[in-house]
């Protein structure tokens, strides 16, 4: 990934999506914000605690960064499902100002429109966005383990397919900061699911030496729902930066013991 620095802002950029003129995309950080104590200081949350105001000032110098307006944005109310809303003008800046107003019980946000930020929100769960260079179509999805259990990398791409006709072999995707295979400590009910979700868990669940303890690479197991959908591995970038062992850059909940900010993950259309 590369990372820009603007007035304070430190926003990271996949490689491989940057090189699209098309789009635009970003995944914030905590440097550069206005809020304080476990939340300090780029929360983009309104729902963790934090004071609604502070946020919307936070959103406000990221809209102003990104050099678009506040409403341009669109949020989900995330449920860790795999449930999918096609974004439109009628659904832009949904979530932008405050919390009820976001698109309800969903984790991926799919779009051809122009001048809207499909926009996820993350504190160790993946972001993935994803781009349709041919058929201009995008996306951006909130992975927890849960998530994805229920596959929702896998239905992200099948509606980019049946709703724009997106042919997987031009998809260009990337995975981004996030609990990594370095820190993500996992219980048997975890693995159990993984077990019955996927069934094949190689390279995804790792034993501990901790009896009933495993390490979920949840990296690994959004890309192979990418592979196996027909994406290219070459069109894949994975971030490779652990949202745990980089606390300090990225919100961690596992890291903070739950109280903490929200990064966003955000990708627009430019025309």
């Known amino acids: 990934m590369e990372k820009t620095s603007t007035e304070g802002l430190e926003l990271y950029h996949f490689a491989n999506l940057k090189k699209f003129g098309e789009i635009n995309h970003f995944i914030s950080s905590r440097a550069g914000g206005f809020s304080k104590g476990p939340f300090r200081s780029m929360n983009t949350g309104f729902h963790v605690g934090d004071n609604d105001w502070t946020v919307f000032q936070n959103r406000k110098k990221l809209a102003h960064v990104l050099k678009v307006n506040v409403e341009q944005f669109t949020f989900g109310n995330q449920t860790h499902s795999s449930n999918i809303a096609i974004v439109d003008c009628t659904k832009k800046g949904m979530g932008s100002t405050d919390f009820e107003s976001s698109v309800t019980n969903t984790d991926g946000l799919v779009s051809k429109t122009p001048?809207?930020?499909?926009?996820?929100?993350?504190?160790?769960?993946?972001?993935?966005?994803?781009?349709?260079?041919?058929?201009?179509?995008?996306?951006?999805?909130?992975?927890?383990?849960?998530?994805?259990?229920?596959?929702?990398?896998?239905?992200?791409?099948?509606?980019?397919?049946?709703?724009?006709?997106?042919?997987p072999a031009d998809i260009i995707a990337g995975i981004g900061p996030s609990n990594g295979p370095c820190c993500y400590e996992v219980g048997e009910d975890v693995k159990t699911e993984t077990e019955r979700s996927l069934g094949n868990t190689s390279g995804i669940i790792k034993e501990q030496s901790k009896p009933g303890k495993y390490i979920f690479d949840q990296w690994n197991a959004n890309f192979q729902q990418l592979r196996e959908c027909g994406i290219p591995e070459q069109n894949i970038e994975i971030s490779g930066l652990c949202s745990q062992c980089h606390s300090n850059t990225f919100f961690s909940s596992r890291k903070d013991h739950g109280l903490t900010g929200r990064i966003t993950a955000g990708i627009m259309l430019n025309l």
């Open 115 to 167: 001048k809207i930020y499909l926009c996820v929100q993350l504190a160790d769960c993946v972001p993935i966005l994803l781009f349709d260079p041919v058929k201009h179509v995008i996306a951006a999805v909130h992975a927890g383990w849960k998530g994805t259990l229920r596959k929702i990398a896998e239905v992200t791409v099948k509606t980019m397919m049946h709703t724009f006709n997106s042919i």
